[in-house]
């Protein structure tokens, strides 16, 4: 059951600041409009000139100078961290320390220590703290929520899913420095879905290739839970497939490409059907094949749509700041212990020598 905070709760909208203005900060901006219990009033940003022009492009947010003083704002209710990952932890811990709830864009911090001390953190305040990994609050996964409690793939028998994007390499791009790597980037996504889905695994291994700048280029990952396995994998170093894909003892579950930006859930009840409208593969022409089928009326097929406006940060925007507005300092869906764990893996799996 979730502690809840012993301060009145805010009114709605919940008031909100960005803290960051590059393309994160910006598609918070353009999303949190298309919600009722939300809005933007102000913007902190390392240099005055970019947090004035934000300020500008989104109707004359007010400008707060420095982090210490949106610390201390009394009219502020909430803060989304759109900084640099290297950033996070110092900057959440501040902003925790005073009180202020904290919305914090992925991967919350960089090691799970870290993780832990902010969850520690906002537990003794107590206030809200919660990673912003927005695909755990889609609708479509919402479905997935939903198929699974009610049995329409029987027993889990296994889950796959790979994300992964060609990028090429920089060793000045945030990509391939420090605090970068693919894990971090794109590997989080699979394995907080799937902590998210099915809890914490048994088990935890994996292997990974390093780019020249030593951060991991790509990595596989193989979590055990009970009777089954999770097969995850990420990389800078391909265009994947893309999909999550759940398999059960009477079907097939496939959060359809890219899963990350689900709106397409695709449930299957007949062997040759799932490969046709889930062809293995990553190629364009695969890809395409795999929409055309999901979209004729073939038996033992469903497909359910939850297509959305803007970008998908409403969802996670408008689930945080309910839980604040509630006096929650934690959202069940994305509690920080998981974040933590989510962490913990990675760490493992990078300990391991490259190979």
Known sequence: MNATVKEPSPKTPL????LGTGSIATAFAEDIRLTDNA???AVCSRTLEAATAFSNRFGGLRVIPTIDALAGDPLIDAVYLATPNTAHFDQARMLLSAGKPVLIEKPLVTTAVQAQALAE????RPTFAMEGLWTA?????GQVRQLLAGKAIGAITGIRAELAYERTFDGNNRFFSKGGGSLLDLGVYPIALALALFGSPRTGTGRWSAAPTGVDMSADITLGYDGFQAKLSCGFDRNGANRFIIEGETGCLVIDSPFLRASRVILTRNRIVHHLAVPSGSSRLSRIAGKVAGRLPLPGLTVYRHDFPGNGLQFEIAAASQA???????QSRMPLRASAEALGIIESIRALPPS
């Open 137 to 141: 609050f889609l609708p479509a996964i």
């Open 324 to 330: 604040i507005l509630e006096g929650q300092h934690r």
């Open 15 to 18: 008031n909100w600041a960005v």
């Open 121 to 124: 953190l906002a537990e003794q």
């Open 39 to 41: 809005k933007l009033v």
